[in-house]
């Protein structure tokens, strides 16, 4: 099956930016997306893509912010994250082998990466 592996996080001041990087061992044409957790809060969607399609949802918290995006050839799909807020620190994680469903449900993904911890700070 699909093998996931998170790059890219670090710490940032208040309205930098960072992009996140989620190398998968194999193609994958279902769903894939980004989720956040804290330790005070459930694991939250943040965006997803449909690869063959190029379609993207984000949450609301993130529009206009972040952009999600991929590199077929390099099967690998980016969080591009920009003005980031304090309250975007977080451990992020990529996911994938869509089950079907609601996409915001990380009990509709199957694959899951092992995060990479993006830190703003004031």
């Known amino acids: 099956q699909v093998q996931l592996v998170e790059s890219g996080g670090g710490s940032v001041q208040a309205g930098g930016s960072l992009r996140l990087s989620c190398a998968a061992s194999?193609?994958?044409?279902?769903?894939v997306a980004w989720f956040r957790q804290t330790p005070a809060k459930e694991r939250e969607a943040v965006a997803d893509?449909?690869?063959?399609?190029?379609?993207?949802t984000y949450a609301d918290s993130v529009k206009g912010r972040f952009t999600i995006s991929q590199d077929k050839a390099a099967k690998t799909f980016y969080l591009q994250m920009n003005s980031l807020k304090i309250e975007d620190t977080a451990m992020y994680y990529c996911?994938?082998?869509?089950?079907?469903?609601?996409?915001?449900?990380?009990?509709?993904?199957?694959?899951w990466g092992q995060g990479t911890q993006v830190t703003v700070s004031s």
């Open positions: 996911a994938a082998g869509f089950l079907g469903g609601n996409p915001r449900a990380q009990s509709n993904f199957r694959i």
């Open positions: 893509i449909i690869p063959y399609a190029g379609s993207t």
């Open positions: 194999e193609y994958t044409y279902s769903r």
